[in-house]
């Protein structure tokens, strides 16, 4: 296998999505493609499953080992050829004709792609040797699965006119956003394509171009600097509670709750379609055609869904875009959001969909990269770190803190703090950054502003015009 590329140093990964504007005949071609990429998954899917089958079978017979039909190799390089040979049996209509042809081959190439890393996941949960929560054989993908698929060569652009992108196979097509961004950088040579997602969300078609971008990991000289030291305690009342280990408070932003705002409207408008003739008839429990009122309705609920979630995008990006830039180090906790809401039942729903409203997972990949963009430092506390059991004045920790305790009282009679528990937890959070910075120092590691942004993926880079080269995909 050949070696794989790696992120030159002063690059960084970074996506740039435009909601697509197409035709009709481009809408079909799109669906087409997705429709393709799907058809690709669970075909190579079955025969995994088949190789699988046909081999406990015989071993159930007694036959040995040496003997038993030889497995299926789960490669990405060997589904993709698996694929090539069947296609010309299983892809085709009833007349004879095939229809693989209409549709790129890049869209059948990701798909056996995607299938051989879920393979690759599931064999290593099942050995061990993966870690995290266990993984599941993958499944079959029906045609209400998410609609997607991607291209890593061929002609992939944004048009010098801003607002039009060029795909292989599906042409030149209009977007509703201007490109100029990300075309002022390629005609630079300060970005280069290496991938293009296409997926169907929320009533629009979208591209994602996945770029490897030049940038200068220094912060905006216009931005001033509010601390060196910062701890940053996260919360679904008050989003960030950000303090100084001298125990300053110097940013405090409450939770805005995107989807809480917006319920009622969308509770609203489920009960409408509730009425309507959707496509499941209760009487006779069978899947019918949905009426027009009913798809009309689902247009406007997925609407609202999309205000939600660009609201909530946009509140992340500025929020960790501020605290990147204006804080040398940030002191965090290690939070386990899905474990957070995995447990407590109808009791505690309400805290569940807060958390979730909050975005507490996001706001924490986002911040991740951005340090790294303006040259900051994250230092995360230990998952079981007591930030908030742990007196900000004495030292002395809580045995319990109801979360229904918003006050801090030092159980400690010579100590005796009375403080906000969100800005206890802060102060804490930023003396531990403050200890770690030291320690590193001390230990005579670098300066953090003379070492550059390290790579962040392996792959391949495509051709300085701007479009993916033939060879981006790695062997």
Known sequence: MAAKFEVPQGWVLQAYQYALDPTGPQTSMLESH?????????????????????????K??????????????WSFQSLRNGFNRLKHQVAVREDGTPWW???????????CKNLAAALKNWDESRRGTRKGQRVGFPSFKSKRSARKFAFTTGTIRAEANRHHVTLPKLGTMRVHESTRKLARRLEAGTARILKATVRFERGHWLVSFTCVVARAAQRPAHVKRLAPVVGVDLGVKDLVVAATPDGREVLRVQARKEFKRASRKLRALQRKAARQAGPWDAVTESRREPSNAWLRTQQVIAKQQVRVANQRRDRLHKLTTLLAQSFDVIGTETLAVKNMMASGGARKKGLNRSIADAGLGEFSRQLDYKTTWYRSKRVQADRWYPSSKT????????????????????DNAECGLVIDRDLNAAINLARLARAEQSACFDSGGADRKSTAPAALVAVKPESSNGSASPKSEAA
């Open 391 to 410: 007196c900000s004045g004495c030292g002395s920790v809580k045995a319990k803190l109801a979360l229904s305790e918003r006050v801090y009282v030092c």
């Open 34 to 58: 997705a429709g393709g990429a799907r058809f690709a998954y669970n075909t190579m899917l079955r025969a995994v499953k088949a190789n699988l089958g046909q081999r406990e079978a015989e």
């Open 60 to 73: 159930s017979y007694g036959i040995a080992s040496a003997d038993l039909t030889p497995s299926m190799s």
């Open 101 to 111: 042809e209409e549709n790129s081959k890049e869209a059948y190439a990701n798909a």
